[in-house]
């Protein structure tokens, strides 16, 4: 019983980054979907209710959670203390340090994180990650013109420094012929390959390799802008720089605890990429999914998680004494949410715990309810305050 109540207690910390940081986090696939807000929360955690084979008579704690935005990605920084009470030994208490980065594309991703066990040193976890992904970067020509301006060279820039960051990219140009393939005139294909050429030539001179670059002709915009780094609309008479892995899935570095790298397979979301994906599919009318998240907070692979969805909620759909703090960050449509965390490679039928939640389309979250079945505790918001977006030029 005490051996498998300490691995109860471990997992808590475990649920920061993709169970916790479902309170607020967010990616960019694709961001115009959604009205994300930073912000900073605080959140009162207790004892919901226990079993008596349980052992537990209590808990207590706090957590702060601040989630924050960059020009290129999002910023999680979350401390938080749970004490553990038990009917035949002595309480414990876990405090956790957590920061973590990842790229508004979401494709990169570095954490880093201190737990303790009553005062002592119990675990430090950091490393980075990366996912091969699709990246697309469009640039505009002015009317008649294969002259790059200065925003094109930038948008080309950035292209080339993605593609240098990842070798294994294979970068196709891609040109746009302002009518459709089959009735664009013979002037405008010439110049629409012109113009992809101009490109091309650009990359080459910014270090890709010659045979790296190839170009192709499309009738219209890539189902890939969800993986644009670029912020500025581009100008009219586009071109697309496409920059496509030659593998699938991804790698985790760790340098902490010790030095390991682990393989992540196709299909694998970071943190706040999978946050996203949940709102997306509540405002699709989803009811249920399923997809591996990688977190960084154990040396192991993705965890499976699977997420049951209510119906949307309007605002001030919910009982005078559920909803205690007034600000507009909580006056927004939400959803019920019931996430349920397998172990990575387990074909276990029940997950290891679930939390259950009501997160609103800006990415913030109310109470939450965190159950180890024969547990749950609760995380009850406090208080909360907005952020400020960056200023991106």
Known sequence: MIKARHEMIMSFPALRVTALAALAALAAAPAAATDIQ????????????????????????AMIYQWGETCGGWTVEQRFRLRLEYADEDATEITS??????????????????????????QQIKGEAHINIPQSYLLGFDMGSAKLGADARATIEQAAAASKREPSFHVLVLSHPNAAAKGAKAEDERLSRRRADTVRAELIHAGIPATSVQISASA???????????????????????LEPTSKGGVASFSKPEQVTIPLRPGVLFPTAHTLFLIDQAQAGVRFVVRRVFDGTTVDDATTISAVIGP????????????????????????????????????????DYELGMRLMDNGVSQDMALDYGDYIVNARLDHIEPLPHPSCD
């Open 38 to 61: 930073p912000h900073r929360a605080l959140y009162i955690l207790s004892l919901g209710s226990a079993k008596t084979s349980s052992g537990v008579l209590g808990a207590d704690g």
């Open 97 to 122: 340090n957590l920061v973590t980065w990842e790229s508004k594309d979401g494709s990169r991703y570095r954490f880093n994180e201190t737990r303790t066990r009553n005062g002592e040193l119990d």
């Open 220 to 242: 219209g915009p890539m189902a890939t802008l969800a993986a644009q780094e670029t912020t500025a609309k581009p100008a009219g008479n586009p071109v697309e720089i496409l």
């Open 312 to 351: 949307t909620l309007k605002p001030g759909e919910e009982n005078a004494d559920e909803h205690p703090i007034k600000s507009p960050l909580l006056e927004r449509p939400s959803w019920h949410m019931r996430l349920g965390f397998f172990p990575a490679d387990s074909k276990a039928e029940e997950p």
